[in-house]
């Protein structure tokens, strides 16, 4: 793997060309340091954490990058044990699906060009949010951003983590919004799965088998613009952390029982409302 490739499998292609420019190979990557990434015209302290966090996963491994699969979130204290091989490792994960409200409109509106700089956009700002609260990016579907809270690194609070990840994000995404009014709705759900399948290689290796992130994207399905769903598993792990309200039993495609996600959406405001998660004061 090349350093253009590298890049391009943390989502940070965009920084090509300055690596490029500045002659840096795939030899110096694991000796980069945080100076260096401003040198380069890094600013984004998401960006420079999640190359930093890279750079420390191709030091630990001493390995090339052409042998290596960096991961984009995982923290330099993460044992090496802990990221999945191909023979896949089971773990507990709270998964976050996010999905960009509107998109066939947009696409209708916009020219490509435009288009494909606001999704860059968002993906940006959504990575960074995730990123603070040590979530894991495994895939761009489309304009849905599928997350995991709890690999490579496990944590206690993963599932806050998500709940609070996601509340950010609503937020950032409606103040960011400039010449168009960009909203997002999010599912969450917690539950065992697969990280690496059997044959996997590449980005295909760390995606998550089980039926956990099939259910944090039926939950997404059932958020209006703003807001998130997030599974009874979930609302069990999280506590009083959060004001909930309840939406009660639905059938949801693929999900062989009908289930209680507990109805919970996002909002910063101080009154709870109805499918809407409020943080708790303190």
């Known amino acids: 793997m090349d350093v253009g490739e590298w890049l391009k499998s943390l989502g940070l292609e965009q920084y090509e060309a300055a690596f490029r420019e500045n002659d840096v190979d795939a030899e110096l990557l694991p000796r980069l340091s945080g100076d260096d990434l401003k040198d380069l015209g890094i600013t ?17 491994d001493n390995v090339s990058p052409q042998a290596a699969e960096p991961s984009g979130d995982q923290p330099a204290s993460t044992p090496a044990k802990d990221v999945a091989s ?3 490792e089971r773990r507990q994960l709270t998964v976050m699906f996010c999905d ?78 400039t010449t168009e009014a960009l909203s997002v709705r999010l599912g969450i759900a917690t539950g065992p799965v697969v990280v690496g399948e059997p044959a996997g290689v590449g980005d295909q290796a ?6 956990t992130p ?17 599974a009874a598993s979930t609302r069990r792990l999280v506590g009083n952390a959060f004001d909930l309200s309840d939406l009660g039993e639905h059938e949801l495609k693929g999900i062989a029982e009908p289930v209680m996600p507990g109805g919970w959406s996002v909002s910063r405001s101080p009154k709870a409302v109805s499918m809407r998660i409020t943080p708790r004061p303190g």
């Open 214 to 230: 099939n259910l944090a994207a039926r939950l997404q399905g059932l958020a209006a613009a703003d807001q998130i769903v997030i």
């Open 100 to 177: 960009l409200v509107g998109s066939t409109a947009l696409s209708e509106k916009l020219d490509p060009e435009e288009l494909r700089d606001l999704l860059h956009a968002y993906r940006t700002l959504c990575g960074d949010v995730i990123a603070r609260y040590n979530g894991f990016v495994a895939r761009y579907v489309g304009d849905g951003i599928l997350t995991y809270f709890g690999w490579p690194a496990a944590h206690e609070d993963d599932a806050e983590r998500a709940v609070r990840a996601a509340l950010e994000i609503v937020e950032t995404v409606r103040r960011a919004s």
């Open 86 to 88: 191909h023979a896949g």
């Open 44 to 60: 984004s302290v998401g960006h420079c954490r999640r190359l930093l966090d890279a750079v420390a996963k191709l030091q630990d």
């Open 206 to 211: 760390k995606l998550a088998v089980g039926s």
